[in-house]
């Protein structure tokens, strides 16, 4: 079963580190761009970053840019964000999701998402 | 950024009945090689988003056929034939075209 498992969110305070991971299993993850997707009750749902399959083409939103760092680990089928210098609109659920057939079809599948809340 | 605006926020419908949302982009998103990159997600309660539909109109696997996308340039549409009880959540457009890749607001669907 093609799945992704995300862990590392937490309760950190303005200015605070976190790092994500996110763990992929049936698939052949090394073949496929790799995204962190974030949701909010207010702002919905906002794309924050993408690595390509072999991690040498990368993007990230201007809101996190400078700030949060996306990188993988192929031999561990894993993807992961360093988040610094983290603001309290940071705060969202962050979900690992895989680039379809090209990511201009989208994310499929999504994990369930790990919380980050950033707050004193 | 291309910005994605969904309609409406909320639609109650009666099981069984139809429903249309509709998404609207600030730009095109035809893309230069010729495809256009709008796609709809499903997401229900206290569950992750799904794909449902790609590149406006082509159906994911498993979805059932009640659900078809349609549209041109700025202007698409997902309609639900036959609503079913299972169909509630939140149905989300989402922009493959230009990056930084963009989604609609949401619209909730649920049962009256």
């Known amino acids: 079963e093609v799945q992704l498992v995300e862990s590392g969110g937490g309760l950190v305070k303005p200015g605070g580190s976190l790092r994500l991971s996110c763990a992929a299993f049936g698939f052949n993850f090394n073949a496929y761009t790799m995204n962190w997707v974030r949701q909010t009750p207010g702002k919905g749902l906002e794309w924050v970053s993408s690595a390509s399959s072999s991690g040498s083409q990368i993007n990230y939103a201007d809101s996190v840019k400078g700030r949060f760092t996306i990188s993988r680990d192929n031999a561990k089928n894993s993807l992961y964000l360093q988040m610094n210098s983290l603001r309290v609109e940071d705060t969202a659920l962050y979900y690992c999701?895989?680039?379809?057939?090209?990511?201009?079809?989208?994310?499929?599948?999504w994990g369930q998402g790990t919380q980050v809340t950033v707050s004193s | 950024d291309i910005v994605m605006t969904q309609s409406p926020l909320s639609l109650p419908v009666t099981l069984g009945q139809p429903a249309s949302i509709s998404c609207r982009s600030s730009q095109s998103l035809v893309y230069s090689d010729g495809n256009t990159y709008l796609n709809w997600f499903h997401q229900r309660p206290g569950q992750s988003p799904r794909r449902l539909i790609y590149k406006v109109s082509n159906r994911d696997s498993g979805v059932p056929d009640r659900f078809s996308g349609s549209g041109s340039g700025t202007d698409f549409t997902l309609k639900i034939s036959r609503v079913e009880a299972e169909d509630v959540g939140v149905y989300y457009c989402m922009q493959g075209t230009q990056w930084p890749l963009t989604f609609g607001g949401g619209t909730k669907v649920e049962i009256k």
């Open positions: 999701a895989r680039c379809v057939s090209g990511c201009g079809t989208g994310f499929d599948p």
